[in-house]
């Protein structure tokens, strides 16, 4: 199937640092990504839509101005976490749907643990 | 945000035994994604569906979209230990939005 490549799987970072997580679609082009969070056995809960060249759209409750979403090319999107704080220590998974069939297919996660 | 109906929750099951679970949904889908999760590790996609009454195997997989357009199904034969994980059902109403269920937690015993 089709390779979505999320880095960095693990980061631990001090709280009031920024990190910045990156989504790749390897073999095919993603106009759409998306950005999800999920907690310890539940399931996952989207964060963000990320439209290659616009701005993304958030779902409720979700700050923009905290979870920074850029999508600056048809196989890359970013997620900055910006001015950590322990609260935000999770599990954070990307995935990219190939538009030519529509198929959502999810990067390998990423671990967050906000000192 | 919303999410789809998925059963069962859980379900511990002998090495050799066959798994059936279900996602239903209240409203009508043009596709049904299936999922795999393991520990630690983002989903993995099993099997897509596209049309009412579509059956497609995979492996010892097979799922099936609901004639109704509302449910799909995950059948998992001869069960070994390896397929022990969280199965995600994942539904779009044909925007670029997918709708997940709540998860199958399956648990094998050898």
């Known amino acids: 199937g089709a390779v979505v490549s999320q880095h960095p799987s693990r980061v631990i970072c001090k709280s009031g640092t920024s990190v910045k997580i990156e989504c790749r679609s390897l073999d095919f082009q993603a106009t759409t990504m998306f950005w999800y969070r999920q907690f310890p056995k539940q399931s996952l809960m989207l964060m963000a839509t990320?439209?290659?060249?616009?701005?993304?759209?958030?779902e409720q409750g979700v700050e923009k101005d905290k979870f920074l979403i850029n999508h600056a090319s048809l196989t890359l999107s970013t997620l900055t976490v910006t001015s950590a704080h322990p609260e935000d220590s999770s599990f954070y998974i990307c995935?990219?749907?190939?538009?030519?069939?529509?198929?959502?297919?999810f990067g390998e996660g990423s671990r967050l643990t906000v000192l | 945000g919303q999410q789809l109906n998925q059963s069962p929750q859980s379900m511990f099951i002998q090495e050799g035994e066959d798994v059936s679970m279900n996602c239903t949904s209240s409203?009508?889908?043009?596709?049904w994604l299936w999922y795999k999760q393991d520990p630690g590790e983002g989903p993995v996609l099993l099997i897509a569906l596209y049309k009412a009454g579509e059956l497609t195997s995979n492996g010892r997989l097979t799922a099936q979209f609901g004639i109704t357009r509302k449910d799909s199904f995950l059948n998992i034969s001869a069960s070994i230990p390896s397929d022990v994980g969280i199965y995600f059902c994942?539904?779009?109403?044909?925007?670029?939005?997918?709708?997940f269920g709540t998860g199958t937690r399956l648990k094998v015993l050898a």
């Open positions: 990320s439209n290659e060249g616009s701005k993304a759209t958030y």
């Open positions: 994942a539904g779009s109403s044909g925007t670029y939005k997918y709708i």
């Open positions: 409203s009508i889908f043009n596709t």
């Open positions: 995935s990219a749907r190939d538009y030519l069939t529509g198929e959502l297919f």
